[in-house]
């Protein structure tokens, strides 16, 4: 995962526009209420046929609307009214055609609902999750070096490559003398390999995490290849410009990082408890091979 630095991408934007478009919608719904006394406040935007599309729904997906400003709130919530009057037709239309009782589209509710319910829980075990205390987040801060004090913008070439298990071993040697990255294009067209190759310049927090601080110790010229599915991989550095991150910089987006982290492993932990404590009877062809499976699922 990787840690954006940027102070300003972690200001607490989106939750301010949250509350300023329910805020908006609120006051646009009580406005309409008031201009027609004789209808009376209602929570209803709109009736198909005898279904009722509420405010509700609307703001339910308002509020999913990032970076949403507070003007477009009302042009929004038209074209979503529009959209759930689609939704509703269709809807109606199925229901007619006894589509809800199809076996498959009935699964596909249940699924929904499965994982819906899932998600809803693991949200509430997550948002118990306490914060990361500021002496947790200098020492974050101080154990990656790479990401922030010895922070630097690299340049790098990579290298896709299509090969067997045999050919990568021997290019991982022969990648260790090269010194360019014309170097390592020679190496894979010598070997006859298919490869495709592109620049890249970005900061240490956009590299992979677990491969920061290989690439921080590469010299210009030297190179890291990494396995893939199809082959292998090879980063190699161009160019290395310093660009550190000072503590207070880096404190939002550390807090962050750590806090979701926290949040995962506090999910994690308590379904493998939950897991631990239920009683799992594999049935059927699943049987088979079950009880080794089992400890070696619980123990990722």
């Known amino acids: 995962m990787a840690l954006a630095l940027s102070s300003t991408r972690f200001q607490r934007q989106p939750a301010v526009r949250l509350a300023l478009l329910i805020g908006a919608v609120a006051c646009a719904t009580a406005l309409v209420a008031c201009g027609d006394k004789k209808k009376g406040a209602t929570q209803v935007a709109a009736k198909v046929n005898k279904e009722e599309i509420s405010v509700h729904q609307i703001n339910f997906v308002l509020q999913r609307q990032a970076n949403l400003p507070p003007e477009q709130v009302p042009a929004v919530s038209k074209r979503i009214l529009e959209s759930l009057i689609d939704q509703e037709v269709a809807i109606q239309q199925a229901t007619e055609e006894k589509l809800d009782r199809d076996p498959k589209v009935v699964m596909s509710i249940e699924a929904a609902k499965r994982e819906i319910l899932a998600r809803a829980y693991a949200d509430r075990i997550a948002d118990t999750a306490s914060k990361p205390t500021p002496d947790e987040i200098k ?82 010229g030297q190179s890291l290849a990494s396995g893939t599915p199809q082959g292998f ?68």
């Open 139 to 220: 020492a974050y801060y101080n154990s990656k070096p790479a990401l922030f004090a010895n922070r630097k913008i690299y340049t790098l070439q990579e290298f896709s490559v299509e090969s067997d298990a045999a050919n990568r071993e021997a290019m991982g040697a022969r990648l260790q003398v090269a010194r360019s990255a014309d170097d390592v294009a020679a190496l894979i067209k010598a070997a006859g390999l298919r490869s495709n190759s592109r620049q890249i310049t970005q900061g240490a927090e956009n590299l992979p995490l677990g491969m920061v601080d290989q690439i921080a110790q590469l010299a210009d």
């Open 233 to 300: 991989n090879v980063l190699t550095l161009v160019s290395a410009k310093p660009a550190p991150v000072s503590e207070e910089q880096a404190r939002p987006s550390i807090e962050q990082f750590l806090q979701n982290d926290r949040k995962r492993k506090l999910v994690d932990d308590t379904i493998k408890k939950l897991r631990t404590a239920a009683q799992v009877s594999y049935m059927g062809q699943f049987a088979e091979g079950a009880a080794s499976a089992a400890p070696a699922a619980a123990s990722k």
